[in-house]
């Protein structure tokens, strides 16, 4: 065997590089933060939350359409995707065994992996050349890119909740479709919520479907059939203005306020999910 | 005294496996039986048969017929549902809702099945943990988490979650093997006590446990029934030789 020096010696060499590999790794995002806080900050008005949006390169206004606009189109997408998915997991890990099971987890994990603009273009030839470009339109699209993950991550979670647990209920006389909805999905829920927010978190941020099917907009919300403003299109429109002064620091404001929304939106479904037995 | 079950022909299988092979006993009503056996003999099957839990396993079969009061619980019009809120269980692990208080857990055979009435469930809630020996040790927190108990609590709580749903049979299944002595000992004495009230089922590798809180004894061998008599007679005066063999710890 080596000798103690030199194998201590290769345990901390290992142990440098494990935490260099870490801080590496930590740099964009901790710069993407900075960044984003300090810039956001200082574009941050009342008038910059609650105006409409100006054209590029006219000074005042603000983005306040595409905050209601990207929450309306995240609710309405969530609306639809979210029970779909949730059931979908649900079907999925309670009949594991059965044929069309398999066959959908197959057809789930490629649809998981299906690039947006696809979707996007999906949300387009489905609803946008029936009715136009639309918010429902926008809906559908991040809905179907939801409902993968959802579903994925519900199954897993239910997969986790023990058998003991199932038994316990059905041999109360319980009968299974009960049993399921409510001592297995309680019992799941930490890791449903944690599905469904990776999924929210990640539609929040997609632009390539949205331009596709919401169009985007200047003004306020103006019906589920109309086209709507959304934050990540208006980060897309700004941060492309030739105007430089006057729209980049709205695009980081627009940044900053996004990735609010989505932490706002964490921690409240992370609050409702909260084990009441730590 | 009558027979509360009647067991007649019972075959099961897990797959092609073949577990119990043409069981025929009678369970009388107000009694302990103690099923007992070695590993693998089929001992859990046979009392999942009982409140067809078994067939909830993939690829589970059953064959037979099995009398409650007379009426086969696996006749064509019988719902589960409903046989199992007459034969309740009691597993080998505690196994409380996690996310329930110790008033939750209790009323929760009711409260699932849609009773909401607040006055009823707390004089049911009270009545079964009672009956299960554990309301003095929990009465002034019942909204504390069910699995925040130890763990001879916790299979207190199981049984009076199985109470409270008002069954006629209960079936336990090596309800003290997760446990240590000193819970073991008061969960044998509820036993007794129950008996008063319910035809007791009892599982159990633990052959002084049987001989303590049975009245019969079942000997089950390779998914076979081999003796079933008086506890008694059984442990004194077996009439099969494999029966004494197991008894007196030749094999196991």
Not at chain 2, 175 to 189: F, G
Request: aromatic letters at 8%; one cysteine or more.
């Amino acid at each position: 065997m080596r000798s103690y020096k030199f194998r201590k010696l290769e345990d901390q060499i290992m142990t440098s590089l494990a935490y260099a590999a870490l801080i590496i790794a930590l740099i964009p995002l901790a710069s993407i933060l900075i960044e984003t806080i300090s810039r956001g900050l200082s574009a941050m008005s009342f008038s910059l939350l609650f105006e409409e949006i100006p054209p590029l390169g006219q000074p005042g206004g603000g983005i306040g359409p595409a905050i209601q606009g990207t929450l309306i189109v995240v609710a309405l997408a969530s609306l639809m995707g979210i029970p779909i998915g949730v059931f979908s997991g649900i079907y999925l890990a309670e009949f594991r065994q059965s044929r069309i099971a398999s066959v959908a987890r197959f057809l789930n994990d490629v649809l998981t992996n299906v690039p947006s603009i696809v979707l996007g273009i999906f949300g387009w030839v489905l609803v946008v050349v029936v009715i136009g470009w639309s918010v429902i339109a926008g809906a559908v699209a991040l809905a179907i890119m939801m409902i993968p993950i959802v579903t994925r991550t519900t199954e897993e979670a239910i997969k986790l909740v023990p058998m003991t647990i199932r038994e316990a209920a059905i041999a109360l006389g319980v009968p299974r479709w009960k049993t399921t909805l409510t001592v297995v999905l309680s019992s799941a829920k930490k890791g449903i919520a944690t599905g469904i927010l990776l999924a929210v978190a990640r539609i929040s941020g997609e632009t390539a479907p949205l331009l596709l099917t919401i169009l985007g907009s200047r003004f306020w919300f103006s019906g589920f059939t109309q086209p709507t403003a959304a934050l990540p299109l208006t980060i897309f429109n700004f941060s492309q203005s030739s105007f430089r002064t006057v729209d980049l620091p709205r695009a980081w404001g627009a940044s900053l306020i996004l990735i609010f929304i989505v932490l706002a939106i964490n921690i409240i479904v992370r609050y409702a999910t909260r084990e009441k037995y730590g | 005294m009558s027979y509360k079950i009647e067991i007649q022909s019972l075959s099961a299988w897990f797959g092609s496996k073949q577990v119990l092979q043409d069981i025929t006993m009678k369970i009388k009503q107000n009694v302990v039986t103690a099923i007992i056996g070695p590993s693998g003999c089929g001992k859990t099957t046979l009392i999942r048969c009982l409140n067809r839990m078994h067939e909830l396993t993939p690829r589970a079969k059953v064959t037979g017929r099995v009398l409650l009061d007379g009426e086969d619980i696996y006749g064509e019009n019988v719902d589960p549902v409903t046989v199992r809120r007459r034969i309740g269980m009691v597993f080998q692990k505690p196994n409380p809702f996690p996310m329930m208080s110790i008033y939750d857990n209790t009323a929760a055979g009711l409260k699932l099945n849609g009773v909401a009435d607040k006055h009823r469930l707390d004089e049911i809630v009270e009545k079964s943990l009672r009956a299960a020996h554990l309301w003095d040790e929990v009465k002034l927190e019942l909204g504390k988490s069910g699995a925040s108990l130890s763990g001879g609590q916790q299979q207190r709580l199981c049984i009076a979650r199985a109470l409270a749903i008002e069954p006629e049979v209960i079936l336990m299944d090596e309800p003290t093997s997760a446990l240590d002595p000193t819970a073991a000992a008061k969960i044998e004495q509820l036993i007794r006590v129950l008996a008063e009230d319910y035809t007791v089922i009892i599982v159990t590798h633990n052959m002084q446990q049987a001989a303590r809180v049975s009245d019969f004894t079942a000997f089950l061998y390779l998914g076979k029934l081999v003796e079933h008599g008086s506890t008694k007679d059984i442990f004194e005066n077996p009439k099969s030789e494999l029966t004494e063999k197991y008894i007196t710890g030749e094999f196991g």
